[in-house]
């Protein structure tokens, strides 16, 4: 079937430094993959996507690859900043009969200054 | 961006009640989508609608019931919940919800926080 496996968190980070969240995927054919964020009281809102392999998805300093061999779709930034903690999802697109999106269980980050 | 509105953003309600949510798109999609977001649970797919038509009901229980009046406008009417419905209740839309069509990318609304009591 169709699965998203991200870390667990909380992680918990000092301001500046380095992220990653790790993220991995089982799909039956060529899956688009997403990566979320909900900020505290707030919906999800798209961070980046990439919708083929080797693919590199960025937007506001976080950048993620599309790795087909590894399955995976990690999500990194150079240097977190306290305004981006939140929670964030990663995601598949499946074409079935339609459209779905298969999310993770999300992570939550935490900065401190 | 505001593509996605959703009102009420907060509902407390009976177990006895009947309430709607409404999600408003702007985004001129032709697809749109119910979530459910519980506490310590992944997002579910509730519904899909595409171009007025439900094309996906995920083994929702009837006590939800959507129903989608014109491409830009989504409701979900609520009756004889449980406290277990208790949740995030997130809208979407895309540009479509066939496969091959335009875009899969799903822009949200802040969701409907629902307690039932």
């Known amino acids: 079937g169709n699965s998203v496996t991200q870390m667990e968190g909380p992680v918990t980070l000092s301001e500046e430094a380095f992220l990653t969240i790790n993220c991995t995927y089982t799909?039956?054919?060529?899956?688009?993959l997403f990566w979320y964020v909900q900020y505290p009281g707030e919906g999800l809102q798209l961070l980046l996507k990439?919708?083929?392999?080797?693919d590199k998805g960025s937007n506001k300093g976080f950048e993620a690859t599309y790795r087909k061999e590894t399955t995976s779709f990690h999500l990194e930034k150079g240097s977190v900043q306290v305004s981006d903690s939140a929670v964030y999802f990663c995601?598949?697109?499946?074409?079935?009969?339609?459209?779905?999106?298969?999310f993770g269980s999300g992570t939550r980050l935490l900065v401190r200054p | 961006e505001t593509g996605v509105t959703q009102t009420p953003r907060h509902l407390v309600m009976g177990m006895t009640n009947k309430k709607s949510l409404k999600c408003e798109q702007h985004?001129?999609?032709?697809?749109m989508y119910w979530y459910k977001q519980s506490a310590k649970k992944p997002l579910e797919l509730m519904f899909v609608?595409?171009?007025?038509?439900?094309?996906e009901n995920n083994s929702v229980p009837s006590r939800f019931s959507p129903e989608c009046p014109n491409s830009s406008h989504l409701f979900l009417h609520l009756h004889t919940l449980q406290p277990e419905d208790s949740a995030l209740y997130l809208c979407?839309?895309?540009?479509?919800?066939?496969?091959?069509?335009?875009?899969?990318?799903?822009?949200f609304g802040p969701g409907t926080r629902l307690t039932v009591l």
């Open positions: 979407a839309s895309s540009q479509d919800a066939h496969p091959g069509g335009a875009g899969d990318t799903q822009y």
């Open positions: 799909a039956t054919g060529y899956p688009s």
């Open positions: 990439a919708t083929k392999a080797d």
């Open positions: 995601a598949l697109s499946v074409q079935d009969s339609s459209y779905k999106l298969i």
């Open positions: 985004l001129g999609h032709n697809a």
């Open positions: 609608y595409s171009l007025e038509e439900r094309v």
